[in-house]
């Protein structure tokens, strides 16, 4: 059974930073492309935010490039995001997912606040 675990999250003001983690247990490491997903309050649906493959290669969303960046351990099964440089539209629930999403996969997010 796959399992996903978020980390990371908390409250920080415009142009800080943030890492996140999301930590899985089960067989997911064996799919090709992990990736971030977040869901900004109010909003219904969740927007790809970045994505690894298992080779290292990676795409991000227009809105994040530059400033985010994915990356994973596949030893300790581990996604991360380091995020620089937030803005307040960055505020959101994140959340970890195979790429593409697997519904079964969703985790309960941590919760990113960038607040002055």
């Known amino acids: 059974q796959v399992q996903l675990v978020e980390s990371g999250g908390g409250l920080v003001q415009p142009g800080g930073s943030l890492r996140l983690s999301c930590a899985a247990s089960?067989?997911?490491?064996?799919?090709?492309?992990m990736g971030w997903y977040r869901q900004a309050p109010g909003k219904q649906r969740r927007e790809s935010v970045a994505a690894i493959t298992s080779g290292g290669s990676t795409n991000y969303a227009d809105s994040v490039k530059g400033r985010f960046t994915i990356s994973r351990d596949n030893a300790k099964n581990t996604v991360y995001l380091q995020m620089n440089s937030l803005k307040p539209e960055d505020t959101a629930v994140y959340y970890c997912?195979?790429?593409?999403?697997?519904?079964?996969?969703w985790g309960k997010g941590t919760l990113v606040t960038v607040s002055s």
């Open positions: 997912n195979a790429v593409p999403f697997d519904r079964r996969y």
């Open positions: 089960g067989s997911i490491f064996s799919i090709n492309a």
